[in-house]
């Protein structure tokens, strides 16, 4: 039975961008949330979680699934039921939107990745986290010197009637290059049109190699947003390049799905989940580290104190000092969910 207030959250947390996606027990997306991380991931976790509270104050909450770089960060913070890594959330919630979708390009703030699927499953991926030439905050800086919108950049690139050749295997060069062709007199949307095709060669030359890239294809990640990147892929590829609705959220939406199958399997009416509830947006977070003196490997411990007090530890080789804090985290889990009864 369908309960109208119930619904599955996702939490994709990177660099860049920290994304939020509240699905409905229809598998409809409710609510996106694209907050910007700014160094600050259990800050812009709970910013995200009081927009919700304060938009769906009756929502209760079944599941949590996290995925992303910091991922198990917000697991711990949410008390998520899932967490799985990029590459499965952006591939569940591509192939739930778009059955028998068999490319993804992502291409996001600091990295990028294409995942190859065949009837549905996984089959071959390739990720670039070295530089930074491919990547959304490349277009941010060069849009920021150029002094235009990003939200510009992409209408303005497609504009253009005679694009530049741009050097695209490094962000310094490319740069440079770009400099150059703005005193030779080259138009402003020649020289962006380049830097789109610039960065989509890099792009398969590097992240695509050896890829078999086939249709249908979808395009996700923020930079999916700019007509100009989509143009250049559809140029270079001589294919269709489909950019799904909810483009720049897919991994948070792909946690939600991930947290959905598992919580309805075991009979999902949220009273299996472990999620900490909606209250953690008013809860102080803090994190620390200390380096352990206990053997040779002197490694570095995180700490996470809410309220002052330890809720887990990771980090150690040998599982000493987080094996310390489970039973700890264990307890308090069910004291919150006991309060909440």
């Not at 660099?15 to 160094?39: F, H, I, W």
């Not at 491919?134 to 992409?154: H, K, N, V, W, Y």
Request: proline residues 3%; neutral net charge.
């Amino acid at each position: 039975m369908l309960r109208e207030n119930n619904y599955y959250l996702g939490v994709d947390v990177g660099s860049v961008s920290t994304n939020l996606v509240l699905l409905d027990e229809r598998e409809q997306a409710a609510k996106t949330l694209y907050l910007r991380t700014m160094g600050r991931p259990m800050q812009t976790i709970q910013e995200g979680l009081r927009m919700l509270r304060s938009e769906f104050p009756q929502a209760h909450i079944a599941g949590v699934g996290t995925t992303g770089s910091a991922r198990q960060l917000a697991a711990t913070l949410l008390g998520a039921d899932v967490v799985k890594n990029e590459i499965t959330a952006h591939a569940v919630a591509a192939s739930r939107l778009h059955p028998g979708v068999q490319t993804i390009l992502e291409i996001g703030g600091q990295d990028s990745k294409i995942i190859c699927l065949r009837d549905g499953v996984v089959v071959d991926f390739a990720m670039n986290t070295v530089c930074a030439a491919g990547t959304g905050s490349f277009l941010d800086q060069q849009a920021a010197r150029l002094g235009i919108p990003i939200e510009e950049f992409g209408p303005t690139a497609v504009r253009a009637e005679h694009p530049v050749r741009i050097a695209g295997r490094c962000s310094v060069f490319a740069e440079s290059d770009m400099i150059h062709k703005q005193q030779l007199g080259h138009s402003l949307p020649d020289i962006l049109a380049g830097l789109c095709q610039a960065m989509v060669r890099n792009y398969l030359n590097n992240v695509g190699k050896n890829k078999e890239i086939i249709s249908p294809i979808l395009f996700q990640g923020g930079v999916a947003a700019n007509p100009g990147i989509r143009r250049a892929f559809e140029q270079e590829l001589g294919q269709e390049v489909i950019v799904p609705e909810h483009f720049a959220v897919m991994g948070a939406l792909g946690a939600a799905y991930l947290a959905q199958e598992k919580l309805t399997s075991q009979g999902g009416s949220g009273a299996g989940s472990r999620f900490r509830g909606l209250q953690l947006a008013e809860t102080t977070f803090q994190a620390g580290s200390f380096e352990c003196s206990g053997c040779a490997n002197r490694c570095e411990v995180v700490e996470i104190f809410q309220d002052g007090q330890i809720l887990a530890r990771w980090g150690d080789r040998c599982g000493k000092w987080s094996a310390e804090n489970q039973a700890a985290a264990h307890c308090a889990r069910a004291a919150e969910q006991t309060i909440r009864a």
